[in-house]
């Protein structure tokens, strides 16, 4: 699976990939900003983020 997220103006911002049983998101640069396992949300640093998936959010604040 491969989701690119884009903005209104359909600026590429990021991608959200899986990548086994859980799912990585990459910014505009393809750096790692993010996963998401276990039903929450990690940052890079692997420090929990959220309950939930809001991996968008962090490509959204990449940018």
Same mark, same amino acid.
């Given at each position: 699976?491969r989701h ?12 959200i990939e899986?990548d086994?049983s ?22 890079d640093?692997?420090?929990? #983020?959220?309950?939930?998936? #809001?991996l ?8």
């Amino acid at each position: 699976m491969r989701h690119e997220i884009r903005d209104q103006n359909y600026h590429f911002l990021g991608v959200i990939e899986q990548d086994g049983s859980h799912l990585i998101a990459r910014d505009s640069n393809y750096h790692t900003v993010g996963y998401y396992r276990d039903g929450k949300t990690y940052d890079d640093n692997h420090h929990l #983020v959220a309950y939930g998936n #809001v991996l968008s959010y962090l490509i959204y604040c990449a940018d």
